[in-house]
């Protein structure tokens, strides 16, 4: 609605602006034509130098024309180039302060569930003697709870930090093969019933932080298990190709569509609207992998897998 009313209140005052241009050229070309007329008439026609002097006064008069019209253009271009600037900033922030509020709904959502299931496990096991078995059950549920609390809390301290700058990374020789077996194994003992298959070379070094590649890895596979069937296979590869190591982490889900395929990048974007999404999220995590791999100096790209499906790949400098 406000993006409407700002919209409309936006079309009318630059199409009145351009009008008005318009207006008070029409208004100059018909006093210069006028003023034309009356020299051209004060002239006197009998005179020997009629000719010249005819000539001279429309030679002015296309003078001024050509200079209405140059300084017409250029007002013109002047006023769209500002106009299209405003519009997208407009929107642009517009966009950014909806998805903000969509961020806070979805945080506040997925910080209160863990705690509730948390809260609610610890307060059986308080209350009740249950078997060995089931308070295994419950502890590992809410250790499983405790971890996602944990990956979101990361996500967003360390976006922020990476976003100002107070994040100071720390970058050494690191082992991906060693730390891509290591957090596919993870994901397998938070998966039991999923199947991801890893495909690893060995000895693969490259110049980062520990962490954030675990962080990276974490949320591109916490994507493919979530945007897949349960029943599908997640593929995870590193290889090494010329003086880069590549890792990807393919799925077998939907894929995502052409148009968007840049959004999803993007800060708190999520495909789908608050009211019909199944999933959870925060829309931080490809924002995040993307900031990672930048300050990595890597590329990060999306491609489509075959059948369906869709396939991020990060190309890191091997060392
Ligand atoms: P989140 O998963 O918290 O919503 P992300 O930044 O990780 O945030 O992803 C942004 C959006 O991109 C997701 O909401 C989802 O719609 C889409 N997306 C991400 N990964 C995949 C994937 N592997 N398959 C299909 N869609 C995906």
Known sequence: MKLR???????????????????WFIVLENQNSQMTELRIEELKK?????????????????????????????FLLLI????????????????LSHQQQNFMMAVTH?????????????????????????????????????DRLNVLTNNILVTSQLETGTYKLNRQETDL????????????????????????????FVNGEILLLQMLLNNLLDNALKYSPKESVVKVGLIKKKQNALLYVADEGGGIPADEKKK??????????????????????????KKIVKDHHGTFWLSDNKPHGAIFTVQLQAI
């Open 80 to 95: 769209i180039l500002g106009a299209s600037f405003v519009y997208s900033a407009v929107r642009k922030q517009i966009r």
């Open 264 to 289: 999803i990048f993007q800060k708190f974007y999520r495909i789908g609207n608050e009211a019909t999404r199944q999933t959870k999220g925060t829309g931080l995590g490809l924002y995040l992998c």
């Open 110 to 146: 997925e910080l209160k569930t863990p705690i509730a299931i948390t809260k609610l496990n610890l307060e059986t096991l308080q209350k009740r003697t249950l078997e060995e078995a089931q308070q295994q059950k419950l502890i590992a549920n809410a250790l499983q709870e405790t």
């Open 177 to 204: 093969a060693t730390l891509v077996r290591e957090g596919v194994k993870d994901f397998n003992g938070r998966f039991p019933k999923r199947v991801i298959q890893l495909n690893a070379e060995e000895n693969i």
């Open 5 to 23: 009313i700002i919209t409309i209140v936006y079309w009318f005052l630059l199409v009145y602006i351009i009008a008005a241009l318009v207006y």
């Open 46 to 74: 009998d005179a020997s130098a009629f000719t010249q002097q005819y000539d001279a006064i429309q030679a002015q008069h296309k003078r001024k024309v050509v200079q209405y019209i140059s300084e017409g253009a250029t």
